[in-house]
């Protein structure tokens, strides 16, 4: 009798989760909105800090709706791309120590890369201090008010770098590896007011965030760990301005 054998599987290609239009409009309309906020001067805001809070927490959720209504057309979910839901107490409590070795590490290493970088210089400081100072809180009122935007940027941010461009991008290159390399330039290039210095920091945040959301098939870690850093950056400011 004549042996057979099976067929050996074929990787299927990933499928978009929504059209290519869809994400150059998205990535265009990020890097735009980047580069008005590096040449313009937020502390002029009519509202001042808190005004420009709120209007960022509302963008952050724009972003996240224009996500979900391009993804919709293709029959996808944001349920799909967070990784779903806790099911389980032990889920929320390995998520959140898995959190917190991640922005442990992120924050060791990107901290070493900025000494390597010498950007812990007195100078640099202080040009960093003056690049920020518009949107650091100053109050009791924008304290409270840093803290819903940094929760609002832990989760609008990783649904929209981690989950969706992280994901369409390994699909339109069939490489996961150039997909957190893409999201993660992304992501860096949308800190334009940081210079070009921070943003170089804030891709390798992006590539090491990247990293953890493909090995836990999930944006949970990455949004607390993510959230976590916004907050104790506006605190810090607000205690330890020096």
């Avoid at 992120?106 to 949107?135: H, Y």
């Avoid at 929760?151 to 069939?174: D, M, N, P, W």
């Amino acid at each position: 009798m004549a042996s057979t054998t099976a067929p050996s599987p074929v990787a299927l290609p990933r499928p978009l989760l929504a059209p290519a239009w869809h994400t150059e409009v998205l990535v265009l309309g990020m890097i735009s909105y980047s580069f008005l906020t590096a040449r313009s001067r937020h502390d002029r805001m009519p509202l001042g800090r808190p005004g420009l809070y709120a209007f960022t927490i509302c963008l952050e959720f724009l972003f996240v709706l224009y996500v979900f209504f391009g993804i919709r057309s293709r029959g996808f979910t944001l349920r799909q791309l967070t990784g779903g839901r806790w099911t389980s107490i032990e889920d929320v409590l390995l998520d959140i120590g898995i959190a917190a070795g991640a922005w442990l590490s992120i924050m060791l290493l990107v901290g070493g890369i900025a000494i390597a970088m010498k950007l812990n210089s007195p100078e640099k400081v202080g040009e960093l201090r003056k690049a920020i100072s518009f949107m650091m809180p100053q109050s009791r009122l924008e304290l409270g008010m840093w803290t819903a935007l940094s929760a609002t940027a832990g989760i609008c941010e990783e649904i929209v770098f981690r989950g969706y461009l992280q994901q369409q991008f390994a699909a339109l290159t069939g490489s996961m590896v150039a997909a957190i390399a893409l999201q993660a330039a992304i992501f860096g290039a949308s800190h334009g007011y940081e210079g070009w210095q921070r943003m170089l920091l804030v891709a390798i945040m992006g590539v090491l965030l990247g990293v953890l959301a493909w090995w836990r098939k999930n944006l949970r870690p990455g949004m607390m760990a993510h959230a976590w850093q916004d907050l104790l950056a506006g605190w810090a400011s607000r205690f330890f301005p020096h």
